[in-house]
């Protein structure tokens, strides 16, 4: 129960709706601001300002539970999430949603979660659960449902097919907005995807495709992640259209939120030059009006949600407040560790080298090119090229180094494989002979006396980045040709 005692924190305030910065004192008890008062000619080394909301991410991601992920997430300024439960859903239907539900309410910081649109995502996908029109109009009925989360099947949206139109009227009918997931969509068909009933998009990749999906109505959801990062590509709306803006990190693994959360995407912005109230609107009230979420915005009458932070060009947040109480300060989390039951098991076997054998073949292969900082991906034909065990060491624990040059065609042997464009080629054990890598090369044949064929710049045209004179660098020991 929320004491009915005053309590009162001065410094400068940072009012969003006035897109001002005055030196003041905020005063709340019951966990309600009731007073913000003006104190003109102090000054003050600290900044007062709505606590930061995550517009889109999973939690599942973190691979903690919503309660742990608090702990972490309120020491960079976080008071609430717009969470989309689809990964513990796919696997575990409602009742992974409602396991969601449950241990977020545990928590003081504000979890929205919506309902996973897409269960399975594909139709090509084998998933535990199946959550129909039906099931998700029951979903969307409840409460503490607050959006009808990413319809990453724009291609059904686009067609206008009655299931996934039906999912999006039952979210219609209750006034809850639809999340968007259309990557690369641009022009008319953005449009037809917007005018579905779409509203937001955190998928964009390049400005142009941001620009057509603004212009077709949408929101556009700035991500920056532990595997998409946009924030570069997209950090010029803040300037153009902050106020169709909002920050995300769609996923963000426990390494990462041990050290930032939407703290780093407020520094970055800041960097760029964008205006402070803009970008802290991106971070707050922004995702607060369009999901219409129960967080407080600095206001007389509002919930106690708030921060404190010093500096602007290093901005570095010192408490975190959540409906008036404090729950972090100097990088602690104030939060208590609650004991949590695991909703599933993880039977997983283990795999061997076997299983991912791809046979030879006179043909060309269909190779998925992924993209470093990317969801999206290339789709290559290659020619395979069979590479002879001796190009493969045996049972080492780490990585030495090893690496061959595109340029040189010289080749350095190492306990552990070969690094190549993609990546460490790494195996416990000599491989079948008949194991085989991709090569755009015209030949497939390889001698004892010579190196894996050389890799041509059509995988650099195809998206892989590449350094001067043919040289790449290899992803996981970060060595150079």
Not at 190 to 205: Q, W
Not at 362 to 373: D, E, H, Q, T
Request: net charge positive.
């Amino acid at each position: 129960m929320k004491t009915a005692q005053v309590q009162r924190l001065a410094g400068n305030i940072v009012d969003l709706h006035a897109r001002r910065i005055f030196p003041g004192v905020v005063e709340w008890s019951g966990g309600v601001i009731r007073r913000i008062v003006p104190t003109p000619g102090r000054r003050y080394d600290r900044q007062i300002a709505p606590g930061f909301v995550d517009a889109h991410i999973h939690i599942e991601s973190s691979m903690l539970p919503p309660s742990e992920f608090a702990r972490l997430a309120v020491v960079h300024g976080t008071v609430a999430t717009v969470s989309d439960p689809h990964e513990i859903a796919n696997v575990l239907g409602l009742a992974g949603v409602d396991f969601m539900l449950r241990d977020g309410a545990r928590s003081p910081l504000r979890f929205n979660f919506g309902v996973p649109s897409c269960v399975p995502a594909t139709t090509f996908e084998t998933a535990g659960a199946v959550l129909g029109p039906a099931a998700v109009a029951r979903l969307l009925a409840r409460p503490e449902v607050h959006y009808l989360s990413e319809f990453m099947n724009f291609p059904a949206v686009l067609k206008r097919a009655p299931e996934a139109m039906a999912k999006i009227e039952a979210a219609r009918r209750r006034g809850k907005p639809v999340d968007g997931h259309a990557p690369g969509l641009r022009g008319a068909a953005a449009a037809r995807y917007a005018a579905a009933g779409i509203t937001t998009d955190h998928e964009c990749f390049t400005l142009p495709e941001a620009r057509d999906k603004i212009a077709a109505g949408m929101k556009i959801l700035i991500r920056e992640g532990s595997a998409a990062k946009n924030f570069d590509a997209l950090a010029p709306l803040l300037r153009t259209h902050p106020d169709r803006c909002m920050f995300c990190c769609d996923d963000l693994h426990p390494d990462l939120l041990l050290r930032r959360h939407l703290d780093e995407h407020v520094r970055r912005a800041l960097a760029t030059g964008a205006d402070p109230c803009d970008v802290l609107a991106c971070a707050s009230l922004n995702p607060v009006v369009h999901y219409g979420l129960d967080v407080g915005l600095l206001r007389e009458g509002d919930p106690a949600d708030l921060i404190v932070f010093t500096g602007w060009k290093n901005l570095r947040v010192r408490q975190t407040w959540v409906r008036g109480d404090l729950v972090a300060r100097e990088g602690r989390s104030l939060l208590p560790r609650l004991p949590v039951q695991p909703a599933n098991r993880f039977r997983a076997r283990p795999r061997t080298a076997d299983e991912f054998r791809v046979p030879a073949r006179p043909s060309r292969l269909s190779v998925i090119g992924a993209v470093n900082g990317q969801l999206v991906t290339h789709h290559l034909r290659l020619r395979p090229a069979s590479w002879p065990a001796r190009w493969w060491r045996t049972r080492g624990a780490t990585c030495s180094r090893s690496r061959w040059s595109t340029a040189t065609g010289h080749a350095r042997r190492s306990r552990l494989g070969l690094c190549a464009a993609s990546g460490c080629a790494r195996a416990p054990s000599p491989p079948p002979s008949h194991m085989t890598r991709t090569t755009s090369s015209q030949s497939a044949r390889t001698t004892p006396h010579s190196p894996p064929p050389s890799i041509s710049s059509s995988r650099t045209a195809a998206g892989w980045p590449s350094s001067a004179a043919g040289a790449r660098r290899c992803c996981r020991c970060r060595s150079r040709d």
